[in-house]
Nanobody
């Protein structure tokens, strides 16, 4: 079984920064492709950032230029650096490994809450 554990969320003022971590454990050899998703109250879960094995990254327009996804193969971890945070970034953030079609593979973890408020 593969477990996904997100951490690093919290309460931050607009304009602030947070760095989210995703620890991937269990029977997985390599994290080839991964993504960060978020779900705000009353909204569907949306993909905000993704990374492929060639380190190509993609971002939702709403976070482009502010967020950066990265990966540490050795640690089996995926990170999301979030800068210039806005109130609309408030959501529960989730990570997942993605298949070649871009679909999440494993059961969702608990996520980590990010609240941007003054």
């Amino acid at each position: 079984q593969v477990q996904l554990v997100e951490s690093g969320g919290g309460l931050v003022q607009p304009g602030g920064s947070l760095r989210l971590s995703c620890a991937v454990s269990g029977s997985i050899f390599n994290i080839y492709a991964a993504g960060w998703y978020r779900q705000a109250p009353g909204k569907q879960r949306e993909l905000v950032a993704s990374i492929l094995g060639d380190d190509m990254t993609n971002y939702a327009d709403s976070v482009k230029g502010r967020f950066a996804i990265s990966r540490d193969y050795a640690k089996k971890a995926v990170y999301l650096q979030m800068n210039s945070l806005k109130p609309e970034d408030t959501a529960v953030y989730y990570c997942n490994v993605r298949n070649v079609d871009g679909l999440p593979i494993y059961d969702w973890g608990q996520g980590t809450q990010v609240t941007v408020s003054s």
